[in-house]
């Protein structure tokens, strides 16, 4: 998503748009590609993004879009002789069901988070463990009833009425405020919609008058807008965007955000700032 960010932000992309015949769709990996950033680049060059999802516990690939049914949103189906399924977040023992609804949008908040849940894997290019750490190994792989082993793979997701994935988050980035979680992708995809934002990362960060976590933003805003746009008016449209105990409590503008060598950003760098 980096990547076709920084095109998207490019002074000089725009001089190619209508040059991109020969380029008919791209893929995208390694973190959730937010819906802003498709739109822009897709605009820009009419090639497709589809995403797919996997990590290097899985060789490195779980499911993908299909490019003839593509939704936005979602890495899209099983890959051959892949199985995925959704459990529990407390014990991981508990199968939840699948949604009833083909778009997540279609769904209530509430009613959703009896499908939401961890998601485990299992396949052929499923991981034999983890070097010389068997507890990790023990944690990660896990055999059912009938013997099949699936890696429980620390993402919170879900499964669509029509078979299509739908990652939420990593477990351990989610957000508990004030009883609610919150998930830091959906948020940042929102904020991603507001013209001045170039890149956003959002932390749980320690609650200012009480315990728990409160919801803070980090924005690097676009060269266009410096100085043009304060922390205090992109609050106020981020509560006018956004549900309730969902936008940020606190905005930061920073430079630039933290980020591993293939472009995810490091939240964990954000949380101990």
Not at 3 to 9: A, D, E, F, G
Not at 73 to 92: A, F, Q, W
Not at 214 to 226: E, Q, R, V
Request: proline share 8%; glycine share 8%; net charge negative.
């Amino acid at each position: 998503p980096t990547l076709y960010n920084q095109i998207n932000q490019d002074p000089d992309s725009a001089e190619y748009k209508g040059q991109f015949d020969s380029l008919a769709a791209c893929l995208s990996g390694g973190s959730a590609l937010p819906p802003e950033v498709k739109r822009k680049f897709e605009e820009l060059t009419d090639a497709l993004i589809i995403e797919g999802y996997g990590a290097s516990e899985t060789s490195p690939i779980v499911t993908g879009g299909p490019f003839h049914r593509y939704k936005i949103g979602s890495p899209g189906l099983p890959i051959s002789d892949t199985l995925i399924k959704i459990v529990d977040l407390e014990e991981g023992t508990k199968r939840l069901p699948i949604c009833p609804h083909a778009n997540c949008d279609e769904a209530d908040p509430e009613e959703c988070e009896k499908y939401i849940g961890e998601l485990c894997a299992s396949g052929p290019q499923i991981m034999l463990g983890y070097y010389n750490k068997p507890k990790a190994t023990e944690r990660a792989l896990r055999k059912d009833e009938k013997g099949r082993i699936w890696y429980y793979t620390s993402d919170i997701s879900c499964i669509d009425a029509e078979g299509y994935l739908h990652i939420k988050d990593r477990k351990r980035d989610m957000i508990k405020y004030k009883g609610h979680g919150v998930f830091p992708a959906e948020v940042e995809n929102l904020i991603y919609q507001h013209p001045a934002v170039n890149e956003v990362g959002v932390v749980g960060a320690p609650h200012p008058t009480g315990p728990g976590e409160t919801i803070k933003a980090y924005i690097s805003i676009k060269p266009d807008y410096k100085d043009k746009i304060t922390e205090e008016e992109m609050m106020e449209w981020c509560k006018e965007n956004i549900s309730p105990y969902k936008y940020p409590r606190q905005i930061q503008f920073i430079e630039e955000l933290p980020k591993t060598l293939v472009g995810k950003i490091k939240r964990r760098e954000l949380k101990e700032e």
